[in-house]
């Protein structure tokens, strides 16, 4: 066999020849997996902070106690747990009706000193039934309408 007859064989019983390959595809190829890999890092770094950030809460609060004391008023009981009680802090609480949507809320200010964790006990005017309570949450940085 000589190279004219291998060259001459028909397409269709042997396919075309191959294309050269476009290295312009592969670059984008390369963009996209690059950019997804940069988003995952970014989202996993982030959410290990949010994590971190969580657990390092000085002052918790959970809920121990509620009673609607009447149509428009819950009365509730937390207990607070602060790291460093020379600080002021407070927490917000809120009423809840049947949807669990939020019918009432309160800013709950711990002054500084007392004991690390101590029970508070908070009335809640609502603008509806209240059927539960929750605590929103806790901070040692206090907004300035609180007056401190």
């Not at 790291?83 to 019918?103: F, G, R």
Request: glycine letters at 6%; a negative charge.
């Amino acid at each position: 066999m000589s190279d004219s007859t291998q060259i001459n064989r028909p397409a269709e019983r042997y396919g075309a020849a191959r294309r050269p390959v476009d290295k312009s595809n592969r670059r984008t190829g390369r963009a996209v997996i690059l950019a997804v890999l940069f988003v995952a890092i970014v989202t996993v770094v982030l959410f290990a902070q949010f994590i971190s950030q969580r657990q390092d809460a000085d002052v918790t609060a959970s809920m121990t106690n509620f009673e609607r004391v009447e149509d428009d008023t819950l009365a509730m009981s937390i207990d607070v747990t602060r790291d460093d009680v020379d600080k002021p802090s407070y927490c917000i609480v809120t009423a809840l009706n049947y949807d669990k949507a939020e019918v009432g809320r309160r800013d709950v200010v711990i002054p500084a000193g007392g004991p690390e964790t101590q029970r508070i006990d908070v009335e809640i005017t609502t603008r509806d039934l209240p059927v539960s309570g929750s605590v929103y949450g806790c901070s040692t940085n206090m907004p300035a309408f609180l007056g401190h």
